[in-house]
């Protein structure tokens, strides 16, 4: 089974809660009739409209949500029907075939099918640095920054989406895409946010150490971050078994 990931930017003339309102809806039973074995949607409503200020916005425009995909296989001759209809719905998509790693599982505040999570998903679109290889690139990611993410925030879910391959033309150039689930407080509380309610000095080590170890290897002028809700509208097979 392979996890496909599918960025979305909405029509202009379509507003954030139509949008939201699609994916969830017509688009989502579009998928599971085309025998998704798994599905979670991420969408940008009015429930995170507080965490605006933590939306970084490189790619223009903005994207505007994501849909994850669990398919049999990510070919293209049987991903074909899931990419027609996910196109159907936004202005344009980029898909990308991913490697899936899951350092904190959700189990604090377990999604239902089809409901909203706790909390919100931020999503962040991460690229390589000019002056990093692909091979030190993740090295730094996976065998530094992990733990340093875990120990300074409030992220009570964490994937990691390595980028294998883009699918669609023209898709930028992402080399990973991670997702972390936090307390709807963070939206507007740096301190919980940085796993330090109520405690300033806390909140400043938390931050300087996440602050210097994402400076390894990211360019924060090439960052897209995007606070979504999240639906898992089906979870993966693999996870029912």
């Given amino acids: 089974m392979e996890k496909v990931i599918y960025a979305l930017w909405r029509e202009p003339r379509v507003t954030e809660e139509a949008f939201a309102a699609t994916l969830r809806g017509e688009l989502s039973r579009q998928l599971l009739a085309l025998g998704a074995r798994g599905l979670q949607v991420n969408v940008c409503d009015e429930?995170?409209?507080p965490a605006a200020a933590l939306r970084q916005s490189q790619t223009q425009p903005p994207?505007?949500?994501?849909?994850?995909l669990w398919l049999d296989s990510a070919n293209a001759q049987f991903r074909k029907p899931f990419d027609q209809a996910v196109a159907a719905v936004c202005s344009h998509m980029a898909a990308y075939v991913v490697s899936e790693s899951v350092p904190i599982r959700n189990t604090r505040h377990p999604a239902r099918p089809g409901e909203r999570t706790e909390g919100f998903s931020q999503l962040a679109f991460l690229s390589?640095?000019?002056?990093l290889t692909p091979e030190a690139w993740l090295d730094i990611w996976h065998g530094h920054h992990t733990q340093v993410a875990i120990d300074t925030q409030d992220n009570f879910q964490y994937v990691q989406n390595f980028v294998v391959r883009p699918l669609t033309y023209g898709a930028p150039r992402?080399?990973?895409?991670?997702?972390?689930?936090?307390?709807?407080a963070a939206m507007?509380?740096?301190q919980v946010f940085f796993d330090a309610p109520g405690d300033p000095e806390k909140f400043k080590r938390n931050l300087d150490t996440m602050m210097d170890s994402c400076s390894r290897f990211i360019d924060f002028d090439k960052i897209d971050v995007v606070p979504t809700?999240?639906?898992?509208?089906?979870?993966?097979?693999?996870?029912?078994?």
Avoid: H, K, L, N
């Fill in 174 to 184: 992402y080399a990973a895409i991670v997702e972390e689930c936090f307390p709807a």
């Fill in 47 to 49: 429930a995170v409209a």
């Fill in 128 to 131: 390589v640095p000019p002056r």
């Fill in 229 to 241: 809700s999240q639906y898992v509208m089906r979870q993966p097979a693999w996870e029912e078994r």
């Fill in 63 to 68: 994207i505007g949500g994501a849909v994850s």
């Fill in 188 to 190: 507007t509380d740096p």
